[in-house]
């Protein structure tokens, strides 16, 4: 077996060690299988290729696992295990790869990963369910998985987005520690963090979407759905440009071994979340729509009674419930809006993140090689 640390240490790994590598010998399919092996065997010279799994954790704890592929439709292993190292997972099933998907028993490990290949050997492609199933802590999700243009996919288990992470329970404690984070960055204000501290240790890392000089609490204006998604989309153009030095410095951060694994978060996981997120994956080159994609499955994880407060805030300072009501929504065009902003103004994330963001072009080459898959060192 190999041990969990091997997979959340944040070091390059070669490329033989990366999930994408090619696989181990199959373990044999069951004799109980409905196999046609002469069509088993009369596929076995012609490549298939997995090219993508998502892997959904269902309300019964079973897992749902689907996948695309290229090539002619052969036979497929599927294996789990507790990390993502594809070569200690354990089989669990082989299936036509026509199938598309199937639904699995949730495995006996805190947090299963899922690898998928092809049965005659070839690249074995791991996923995990990106979000991580706390009982307080309800948007707390993995980065990794996704498709970047300079190689392979982001690491899994590498770097975490959150919401707040003072709602941890006891309960949570044994998944939180399973993660083996090193750093932990808290992007709200220091009132924030005061108020409601993290029970973890943590480093603020305060990011504000207007100018420092400018004064804080003001009243707020907005009647109608479409005044509340414009506000959004202002907080996060101010971002992009207020908040660069800082998101920065973060990156920057995550380009050393010693903050891998990291998360980073803030109130809700939203909107600082959100636009950093966002930031990162466009730095490790994931196509602009599955970053949106990305910053939309907060709607799915959020829970109306932690988000009460920020809507009885927004009421009070002025928004009527609809517009208070559309500032707790993802709308995608807002996120959309800020990345354009950020092309139009600054030349794309490279310029950005080199330009005003400090960045060294040293540290931006060496954050690729440690979050995307498949880079040559």
Not at 225 to 240: K, N, S, W
Not at 328 to 357: F, K, N, S, V
């Amino acid at each position: 077996m190999i041990p969990l640390t091997s997979w959340n240490t944040g070091e390059p790994l070669k490329h033989s060690q990366v999930s994408v590598a090619s696989s181990p010998p199959r373990q044999p399919l069951a004799s109980g299988d409905s196999v046609n092996f002469m069509v088993l065997s009369s596929l076995h010279d012609v490549q298939m290729t997995v090219t993508n799994v998502e892997v959904e954790t269902q309300a019964d704890g079973s897992l749902l696992v689907r996948w695309d592929f290229d090539g002619e439709p052969s036979f497929l292993d599927v294996a789990t295990g507790p990390s993502p190292d594809h070569r200690a997972h354990r089989h669990e099933t082989s299936v036509a790869a026509s199938e598309t998907q199937l639904r699995l028993p949730r495995p006996a490990y805190k947090r299963p990963f899922v690898s998928v290949a092809p049965h005659h050997g070839g690249p074995a492609v791991v996923a995990a369910d990106r979000h991580v199933p706390f009982e307080g802590v309800t948007n707390f999700r993995d980065l990794g998985g996704y498709r970047s243009r300079f190689g392979g996919p982001i690491r899994w288990g590498m770097v975490f987005r959150a919401d707040a992470l003072h709602h941890l329970t006891e309960g949570d404690r044994t998944l939180y520690d399973l993660l083996g984070l090193r750093s932990v960055y808290d992007l709200r204000g220091s009132d924030e963090h005061e108020r409601l501290p993290n029970p973890v240790p943590s480093q603020l890392l305060t990011i504000i979407g207007r100018p420092t000089a400018d004064p804080g609490e003001r009243q707020l204006e907005g009647t109608t759905t479409a005044d509340g998604e414009r506000f959004l989309c202002e907080l996060y153009v101010g971002l992009v440009q207020h908040a660069c030095v800082q998101i920065g410095e973060l990156f920057t951060a995550f380009a050393r071994a010693d903050a891998l694994p990291g998360v980073f978060h803030c109130h809700a996981g939203k909107d600082r979340t959100g636009v950093v997120a966002a930031l990162l994956l466009e730095a490790l080159g994931v196509e602009r729509s599955t970053v949106l994609d990305d910053y939309e499955l907060t709607a799915r994880y959020r829970r109306r009674h932690h988000a009460q407060p920020s809507y009885q805030r927004l009421i009070d300072l002025g928004m009527s419930p609809e517009a208070a009501g559309a500032v707790l929504g993802t709308p995608r065009w807002a996120m959309q809006q800020a990345l354009e902003h950020l092309d139009r103004c600054y030349g794309g994330i490279d310029a950005y993140l080199t330009g005003p963001a400090g960045m060294r072009q040293e540290d931006l080459e060496r954050l690729r090689i440690r979050l995307v898959e498949g880079i040559d060192t």
